[in-house]
């Protein structure tokens, strides 16, 4: 049995630097997590308001408040998970709560953690190739939703996709940035919502459509 020692590494210390930091970091964890609620929504037909939005956030910050003091990394929602959904069609939140409980269990018993690291990759990558396939369908399925007649939307999802793709098919483009921007910019998601959030804001701040 392994059990996890409270700030094994040391109690914490204030630092500016390392507070602005981590907000940010955490400023692109919920932007991505805010992305996965909604396809959750989508999946499970059940509209994602903005209080739902801020219960998911408070949770997923005092999860990683939690994880903080027993000495683990900042949490993120996994989108692979959300395709799960899709894929087993089961929805049940005591499905998710057992689901924690089977993590606890492993946590404290390393040789039950082993047994499962022992999965072998062809069969995880087989499992994440149809899981990352059914997100991408459900965000197709999102966009359907939306007017893009009279709208700058067509052009806003355009650049926001082509921004979103460009850490991935050139990872070396933004080397050259350090700190801050290191961060935002490694990150398509992060870098994808941003243009989509920002374009949205200019090119349809008047929120009528288009004249012709």
Do not use: C, W
Not at 12 to 20: C, E, K
Not at 58 to 74: E, K, M, W, Y
Not at 174 to 187: E, M, R
């Amino acid at each position: 049995i392994g059990i996890t020692t409270p700030f094994f590494f040391g109690f914490p210390t204030l630092s500016i630097s390392a507070i602005a930091a981590m907000t940010l970091v955490m400023l692109v964890v919920m932007t991505e997590t805010t992305g996965d609620f909604i396809a959750v929504g989508e999946i499970v037909d059940k509209k994602i308001d903005r209080k739902i939005l801020t219960r998911g956030l408070q949770a997923d910050g005092f999860s990683t408040f939690l994880g903080g003091i027993f000495n683990a990394f900042p949490y993120t929602a996994f989108a692979q998970n959300i395709g799960l959904i899709s894929l087993t069609n089961v929805r049940s939140r005591f499905v998710v709560a057992a689901s924690g409980g089977l993590l606890v269990a492993m946590g404290l018993f390393p040789k039950l953690a082993a047994l499962i690291a022992s999965i072998p990759a062809p069969v995880l990558g087989g499992a994440g190739l149809a899981m990352f396939g059914m997100v991408a369908a459900n965000g197709i399925r999102t966009l359907g939703k939306v007017n893009f007649e009279g709208t700058y939307n067509v052009l806003i999802v355009g650049v926001s996709l082509a921004m979103g793709l460009i850490p991935m098919a050139v990872p070396n483009i933004y080397a050259h940035l350090t700190g801050a921007l290191q961060v935002i910019f490694n990150s398509g998601i992060t870098v994808g919502s941003l243009t989509a959030i920002l374009l949205n804001a200019v090119l349809n701040k008047n929120n009528s459509p288009v004249q012709q």
